[in-house]
């Protein structure tokens, strides 16, 4: 790939380059929204732009503020192509705890239960997480972006507001044990869209006779890209994103593409 010489260029012509999908690696303190902002922030002070709405970015698919990894970021146009990623797979490693629940299912909420965990086994673990593969229904966390009258649950749950939520049809690909140290334990867990790893710790907390709670959330996978695609923090410059919404070019397109193509065929 040719660098890109942003010396060469006016910042008019800059703006144009950046336009497309690129993956960024999310930082652990940080909403997706403040991720965005903090993008967004750096390339107006880089490129001296003072005009609001200049750069227009979105993202592809929310992560937890605690949580890390791979999270897609569109660019200009490639804003209008986010809605295929939003519906794509996406792949997870997760340390999680026994005999803790809270109320957030993760290590930052309150703790609402405390239940006894020695009778646990490895065996026990890995037999209760085949009630968890293929389409299940799952019930979303209460502390979550999800939205009822355009607010979100999270404000609304912390302002003493009760609120039914229904289970929703989802979809885990594959989750499997990848260590075992009562009280933790970890997972890989690779889903479909609309999928909560935090329901799932709590559930499997349930099921297995105890109750538990997400420790450390990491997105290794988002759609096309991977881990190892995506920018750090130190990286989220014109000229490094441009090169990354370049290399991706063509595999969006095509995602986006088949996307579509699945849409028009399910409609039909």
Known sequence: MKPVVLAQMNT??????LNGVFPIAKPHGITSAEALNTIKQKLYEELEI???G???LGHGGTLDSTATGVM???VGDGCKKLKCLLQGDKNYRVQCQLGIATDTYNETGKVMAEMAYDHVT???LRDSLRE????IKQVPPLYSALKMNGRRY????REGIEITIEPRRVFCYEVHLTSFTP???????STGPGFYIRSLIHDLGQAVGSCAHVRQLQRTKHGPFSLSDALPEDKWNAEQIIQSVTRFKNIVDKYYKEYKMAAWKDKW
């Open 132 to 135: 968890f593969q293929g389409r």
């Open 183 to 189: 009280p933790y334990f970890g997972l890989f867990v």
């Open 50 to 52: 003072h005009k609001s």
């Open 122 to 124: 490895e065996e026990l």
């Open 154 to 157: 999270s404000d609304l749950a």
């Open 54 to 56: 200049d750069i227009k």
């Open 12 to 17: 008019r012509k800059i703006i144009r380059r």
């Open 72 to 74: 897609a970021v569109g």
